[in-house]
DNA sequence: ATTAACCTTGCAATCGATTGCAAGTGCAAT
DNA sequence: ATTGCACTTGCAATCGATTGCAAGGTTAAT
């Protein structure tokens, strides 16, 4: 119908247009009360004809916000890698699509500054109304002390004690406990734990890997939990050493599929078969876990949940009240690769 | 040694703090040659101690413009997915990087709006300095277009015809060839090649694949190249259909290792071995390829190296001069999935 | 006809940083 | 002492949108 004219590109040119003020104008876009309905119609339509974008920039600046939010990455610390685990990406693609229902922008922080001060000034957390940081690693008292500061964020991980930031987790616990029972159920023995332990939510699925073994009345062995790092490169190398160990074990609950799938690899290069000789089960159900030589025994995060989750606790903030923590369900995927017939 | 006081908001107080004018405060903080050396040293420390950060959007409102990148993955548009491909997770990283190290940030764009004149005036653009594409896919008109009306981008991606806007890309042809002779000269015959040709990065790894076997004196089968889409889920469905069919080949050349490894299994499901009855090879070494069952042999792309010549490519257009394309060396990696000795 | 109430619009200040121009200072050369 | 110049600093306009307040117009009730 209407063709796109040439841009327009401020409230002023498209006032001078209409013949009216830009206060006018600003009131018809944003649908306030105090204007006639027909202005209103009139200058929508104006507006749309001409292509008019607002300029967020000049909007931020009065209103003091910007329908800006950063999303932070926790990475294992021992890496200086970037994250190239996919649960990270589809992560990333659940919260986009929340911020997107919610008319907010997805800024992407770089690795985490370490300096508490700096961070609160850097550019993430200014440049943006809120963070969403995706686990929380060892930074717990960082996290801490950026709620302090005033600074609107919330937390994928898990519970920790002395905590004054708003959390979104899976069931760490369940996820731990029903992936380990599983592997008990099929006859398993000696399950090791293959994971970094300082991460909270990998202590609380470890946690649910001990409490599984009380419930069967079998004993969890100390020597089986192994610490593995969590990017894939250190990853492998660390459960090749392993391997090389003299310990043995016929399951591995690993606390991610990346983890899960270098495993099934490392036991392949020794001569071990899976699920044969050794059971494997991972953990977040990414796509690749059910393409994967072979197909993965999992605990499936409801990814696309948590996103809209995160979103909705991290707008709540910013308008002022304090959200609940929420736990999204998780559930055990029974591939070929745990053993169970 | 010096303590972070309360927060000092604007260049205003931190002026009044000094008793001096916001200019000059400005000028301190900006390095201009217009201010007294001990005047900009002093007033840099006392930013400092107070832990000043800059307000992004008026500086931007000023400058007209706001050290932001956006980033747009273009998908497959036969599936509304998120992109689950680990691939633009590492690119993010590289991107991430690169644009890091230039002091800008980085907006992730929503799945990319399918109407031109809704994405010159939606919020990727408006919102950011420019817009880096990743893959081009069948939007090579709407790119143009964006050019046309004056916005900065750069695109990953091949070259095609009547082409507005500067790219970046992988040596595709190189790519293709490279895979494919791999192949040849490991003595396979019938040869498959599976990926989306109508992504122009995919069509040139086709056309390297015919070079391979013109090269090598042997046909290209016309019948033994498939249409399979690039996102997980459909490839694995469209993979499947394909062994069900009566074609059979002892190779395969895949457009991408997430396509490989779904291929990889989908060949153990119906009995085939791998390489023994079928070699394959991938396309990106994602992180995942090496640490799969068995080791993918794929086509490296040199990710970080992209990151960082497409931030280039784009700051350079930002600031007025037209870059050059610029092609990324590739190099073939052979694992075990290809059946080299 | 007068008054009050309401509805609609415009005026002008404001958010925080940048920058052209003017003004003030100090120093050296005449 | 005067002039000129270089060096520093401040003044004030500017970027584009929002909003409290005032002002104009309309309607209805008295």
Chains 1, 2 share one sequence.
């Not at 800024?107 to 370490?114: F, I, M, S």
């Not at 310990?247 to 606390?255: E, V, Y």
Request: proline share 4%; hydrophobic share 40%.
């Amino acid at each position: 119908m209407t063709k796109a004219e040439e841009r327009v590109s401020s409230l002023q040119d498209l006032a001078d247009l209409a013949g009216v003020s830009r206060a006018t104008v600003s009131r018809a876009l944003n649908d306030s009360p105090l204007i006639n309905e027909k202005t209103r119609k009139n200058l929508q339509a104006l507006a749309r004809k001409h292509n008019y974008a607002i300029n967020q920039q000049a909007r931020g600046l009065r209103l003091n916000r910007n329908q800006i939010v950063s999303v932070a990455f926790m990475l294992d610390t021992r890496s200086d890698q970037h994250p190239s685990d996919p649960f990270f990406l589809e992560m990333l693609g659940g919260i986009a699509d929340g911020l997107a229902k919610n008319d907010y922008d997805l800024l992407l922080a770089q690795t985490p500054v370490r300096n508490i001060s700096e961070l609160a000034s850097s550019r993430v957390v200014r440049n943006s109304d809120g963070v969403i940081f995706v686990g929380q690693n060892e930074e717990h008292q960082m996290l801490n002390s950026l709620v302090d500061q005033g600074v609107n964020i919330v937390v994928w991980g898990a519970d920790v004690d002395d905590r004054h930031y708003p959390l979104v987790g899976g069931d760490n616990l369940g996820g731990g406990y029903a992936a380990t029972s599983h592997l008990l159920d099929a006859g398993r023995q000696r399950i090791a734990f293959f994971g970094n332990r300082r991460s909270p939510e990998n202590a609380a699925r470890h946690t649910g890997y001990q409490n599984a073994h009380l419930s069967a009345g079998i004993a969890a062995l100390p020597e089986l939990t192994f610490d593995v790092p969590s990017d894939t490169q250190h990853a492998l190398d660390s459960i090749a050493a392993i391997l090389e160990s003299s310990q043995h074990f016929d399951a591995i609950f690993c606390t991610s599929d990346v983890m899960a799938i270098a495993a099934i690899s490392a036991l392949g290069a020794v001569g071990l078969r899976v699920p044969e000789d050794v059971a494997v089960v991972g953990y977040d159900d990414i796509s690749l876990a059910s393409t994967s030589s072979p197909p993965l025994t999992t605990v499936r995060q409801n990814i696309p949940t948590a996103g809209s989750v995160l979103v909705e606790s991290l707008l709540q903030s910013i308008s002022g009240n304090p959200p609940a923590d929420i736990t999204i369900k998780s559930e055990l995927v029974i591939r070929q690769s745990s053993g169970a017939s």
